[in-house]
Each structure stands twice: as C-alpha cells, then as structure tokens.
C-alpha cells in the first residue's frame, strides 16, 4: 500500500492495472482490495484477484468489493503464461484504461 500510496522510495506513481492475490504475507489481499477501492485516488484502477481459490464467499467478496475480475490462478506453468497472456490482451491491449 506504501508503494500505491507513493509513501516510499520505491514508487513511481499509480499503476493502470494491479493483479492481486488474496494470499499475501502480511496484509491479506481482502484487506488491499478494501483499501484500494475505499481510496479516492486508487479506487478507479482495475484490480484483478489472481489466487489459488474457488472458494465461492471468496469470488463474492472480492466482486462485492468492486474487483473488475476474478481468475484462478492455474498450477500449470503453460496453463499459467496464457492467462497472463490473456489479461494483457484484454486489459493492456484492449481497454481503456483511467
């Protein structure tokens, strides 16, 4: 959040596009995607949940909290590189973005 909120060395300004897992370290990706779109600056980024979970109260939760997608994220390394292929066709390539 530090790095979004241009509060450290390492920003360089807002992204146009944020991929989240919900599995992360320290501050769960639930918690990110509440702060993300709770902010006036960040909320119009699109945010992609890319996880290992199906759970179904998790796909909720995170279009109840305004994602603009949710994928699976795949085991198969080939599986893997074509749903990033496809969310940079999509949303790199072919939306326009704020």
């Known amino acids: ?3 979004l909120n241009n509060e450290c060395k390492h920003s360089h300004g807002a992204p146009k596009l944020i991929i989240l897992d919900l599995n992360l370290p320290k501050k769960s990706g639930r918690e990110v995607l509440k702060e993300i779109k709770s902010s006036d600056i960040l909320k119009k980024i699109p945010v992609i949940i890319l996880t290992t979970s199906t759970a179904q109260k998790d796909i909720e939760m995170s279009y109840d ?25 999509f949303w790199i390539k072919r939306a326009k973005l704020p």
């Open 65 to 89: 909290n305004h994602a603009n997608a949710y994928l699976t994220k795949p085991i198969e390394l080939d599986q893997f590189s074509e749903v990033v292929k496809s969310i940079q066709d």
């Open 1 to 3: 959040m530090q790095i």
